[in-house]
């Protein structure tokens, strides 16, 4: 019995040390974030976008992308590659500047954490930003990165900061009547120029795409 256990101890070493051995080599191999950020242009960049992941951008922000200048931190583009790639077009399409972390796109661990927030801090401290927009509390349908990442800014206490707009599932489309429809034509281009870029997240959140009602900290429900 002694011996069963002990096997079954080593087992679950072994499985660990797997993981970590793995997770350690999926990390992407990108620029430290000061160097990306030295290498951008942004003069004319004075609005700033923080998503947890390729197509957030999309999805809660696309038509804003489209019609203003925004520097976009995606803080798990870069780990997965087909996922970074379509990001990469898509902003490429908007011709907005971006800043990838490449953390994973499941789950922040502590130590993640710790180092995302000083990511953003330096990001953050890096212009006067006229604007700053992030997940919302909810993490719009309850994802728990994005609400990670709405809590890093609000401990870093970030000036004009505003959040994505409510989410409302298919079976709540009564209450999108409060909310602002985008232009016609806008909606069209983000969804086919941005949105199905990225393949299934269509269908899960097409019912949202008209809607881009960002609202600002101070006025968030409580």
């Known amino acids: ?122 990001i953050l401290k890096y212009k006067n930003w006229s604007e700053v927009v992030t997940h919302n509390p909810d993490g719009e349908y309850n994802n728990y990165q994005h609400k990670q990442i709405n809590q890093i800014l609000n401990e870093l206490n970030v000036n004009n900061l505003y959040y994505f707009g409510e989410y409302y599932s298919e079976k709540e489309l009564d209450k999108l009547d409060k909310e602002t429809t985008l232009d016609g034509d806008l909606i069209q281009n983000k969804i086919n120029n941005m949105v199905k870029k990225y393949g299934g997240i269509y269908d899960d959140y097409k019912h949202m795409l008209p809607f881009e009602d960002w609202i600002g900290a101070s006025k968030w429900k409580n």
């Open 1 to 122: 019995m002694k011996k069963v256990k002990n096997v079954i101890i080593v087992l679950i070493v072994l499985v660990l040390m797997f993981f970590i051995v793995w997770t350690f080599l999926r990390q992407p191999n990108l620029m430290p974030v000061k160097g990306q950020l030295e290498s951008l242009d942004l003069n004319n960049v004075n609005k700033l976008m923080i998503v947890s992941h390729p197509g957030d951008e999309s999805v809660w922000g696309g038509a804003h992308l489209i019609s203003d200048n925004y520097l976009v931190v995606c803080i798990s583009c870069g780990y997965n590659k087909n996922k970074t790639n379509d990001f990469l077009k898509v902003t490429e399409y908007s011709k907005d500047p971006i800043i990838m972390m490449g953390y994973s796109d499941k789950l922040y661990l502590k130590r993640d954490y710790k180092s995302i927030k000083k990511k953003l801090k330096l």
